[in-house]
């Protein structure tokens, strides 16, 4: 199916089909990053040609792009102006980077959910009554089943509330960034 011509004041948000990529560059520069990346989307322009658009200053307009490509979200092409001699930069999306960037993260929070699973199910562990840190079987019993915090007694802990709890984040997460993505890919 074939797209009508462009349509004024009705424009396409490029985020749509993947809000989690939404969610990321909210993270990285906020809602006024959004607002550039809209005004960028498909074209290539300089800060100040930014600036004019979102009516923002152009230093913060800078300072989200300068975000946005350490995030590897926009890029740019440096020419040098033959009538000064300063640089110009024209910005422009990278969709692919920032893609492949937010993948990198999924995994590694993913890598860290399942491996803190993986220690919740092989330990055993022992708090006192008083809220300190847990410890577990092992470091309780190096201590004698005191607390190195407060000295009371030690107590076992019963850890599947957590072990429940990190499961279904996992599953959700993967409900949500899709069945291939995997931590050990």
């Known amino acids: 199916m ?3 011509g462009k349509k004024e004041g009705k424009k396409v948000d490029p985020f749509s089909k993947n809000p989690a990529l939404k969610e990321f560059i909210k993270r990285v520069a906020g ?10 989307w498909g074209k290539q322009l300089t800060d100040e040609e930014l600036a004019k658009l979102t009516r923002l200053r152009v230093n913060l307009v800078r300072k989200i792009l300068y975000d946005l ?4 979200v926009v890029n740019y092409h440096r020419l040098r102006n033959e009538d000064n001699g300063w640089y110009i930069y024209r910005w422009y999306v990278q969709i692919d980077g920032a893609l492949e960037n937010l993948q990198s993260i999924q995994r590694e929070l993913l890598r860290k959910l399942e491996e803190r699973l993986e ?7 022992f708090a006192c009554k008083n809220n300190c840190p ?16 407060c000295g009371e007694q030690l107590n076992f802990v019963d850890n599947k509330e957590i ?23």
Do not use: D
């Open 31 to 40: 809602r006024h990053g959004l607002l550039i990346l809209s005004k960028l």
């Open 134 to 149: 847990r410890l577990t079987f092992e470091e309780a019993s190096e201590r004698e089943f005191r607390c190195p915090h």
């Open 119 to 125: 220690y919740e199910r092989s330990h055993m562990f």
């Open 163 to 185: 072990i429940a709890s990190l499961e279904a984040q996992i599953e959700v997460l993967r409900r949500q960034w899709g069945e291939g993505l995997q931590a050990n890919s």
């Open 2 to 4: 074939e797209m009508a």
């Open 69 to 72: 490509y350490e995030s590897r």
